[in-house]
C-alpha cells in the first residue's frame, strides 16, 4: 500500500467514525426520547433514559474530538494538491469541534434540570421541565447554525477532490451538492422552520455525498500514479 492510499483510508477510517457517531444525539435519541408539544413526557423520557441521554452528550464530545482530527488527515491528504485551499479547509472543519463541546452545555444543563437536585427546589416540576425544554430547543437551535460550517468546510474540500487527480471527480459534484444540502437545512432550521422536514426529506439523498467520499477513501484509497502524473501542473 502507497503512503497517499495509506493517508486516504486513514482519513476514511475517522469520518466513517464521525458518520457512525454523530446520528446517536441528532436523530437517534431525538426520535426516542423527545415529544413534540409535550415537554412533561420528553421530561419523563429523559428521566426515565438517563444513561441514553447522557451517551447523547458522550457521543457529541466524542464527534467533536474525532472530527479534529478528520480535519487534520484530510488536510494531510490534501496539503500537496493546493495548499491554500487545504488550509481553508482546515480551519472551516476546525468549527466543528468547539461547536460540538459547547453545544453538549445545553444537554448537560437539561439533565441536571430533570434530576431536580436540592438547589433547584425553587423552581416547581413545570418551571423545570420548561427551562429544560428551553435548553434542548437551543440545543436544535445551535445545531442548525453549526450546519452552515458543515456545509462550508465541504466546498473546499470538494474542489480538492476535484483537482487531485487521485479520486473520482463525481464524488468532488456530490460533495459540493452535500454542501449545499447542508446550508439549506440551516437556513431552513434557522428561517423558515415550517418548512424543515421539507427540506430534510430532499436533503437526505444529497448527503449521502459525505457516505460515498468516507468509504471511496476506506476501502479503495487513492491512485498513487495519476497524483504524481497531476501534481506537477497543479504547482506550476
Not at 96 to 103: A, I, K, R, W
Not at 151 to 178: D, E, K, M, Q
Request: proline share 4%.
Amino acid at each position: 500500500m502507497n503512503t497517499l492510499s495509506k493517508n486516504a483510508r486513514i482519513a476514511g477510517f475517522f469520518y466513517l467514525l464521525v458518520i457512525l457517531i454523530a446520528p446517536l444525539r441528532l436523530v437517534y435519541i431525538p426520535s426516542k426520547l423527545f415529544v413534540s408539544g409535550d415537554a412533561a413526557a420528553t421530561i419523563h423520557a429523559i428521566a426515565s433514559n438517563e444513561l441514553l441521554f447522557r451517551l447523547g452528550i458522550a457521543g457529541d464530545l466524542v464527534t467533536g474530538a474525532v472530527s479534529l482530527v478528520l480535519t487534520f488527515t484530510l488536510y494531510r491528504l490534501f496539503r500537496d494538491v493546493h495548499k491554500n485551499t487545504a488550509l481553508l479547509m482546515l480551519m472551516l472543519g476546525f468549527m466543528d469541534t468547539p461547536l460540538y463541546f459547547f453545544n453538549t452545555l445545553n444537554d448537560m444543563a437539561t439533565l441536571i434540570l430533570v434530576q431536580g437536585p436540592d438547589f433547584l427546589a425553587a423552581f416547581d416540576q413545570a418551571q423545570r421541565a420548561g427551562l429544560a425544554t428551553l435548553f434542548l430547543r437551543v440545543h436544535s437551535m445551535m445545531t442548525f447554525a453549526s450546519e452552515i460550517f458543515w456545509g462550508l468546510w465541504l466546498f473546499p474540500l470538494a474542489a480538492l477532490v476535484y483537482r487531485s487527480g487521485f479520486l473520482p471527480r463525481f464524488l468532488a459534484v456530490w460533495l459540493t451538492i452535500n454542501g449545499f444540502a447542508y446550508l439549506a437545512l440551516s437556513y431552513a432550521g434557522l428561517l423558515q422552520p415550517e418548512y424543515n422536514d421539507l427540506v430534510a426529506g430532499l436533503a437526505f439523498p444529497c448527503q449521502l455525498g459525505e457516505v460515498a467520499f468516507a468509504f471511496w477513501i476506506l476501502v479503495l484509497g487513492a491512485k498513487q500514479r495519476q497524483a504524481a502524473a497531476l501534481r506537477s501542473p497543479v504547482a506550476a
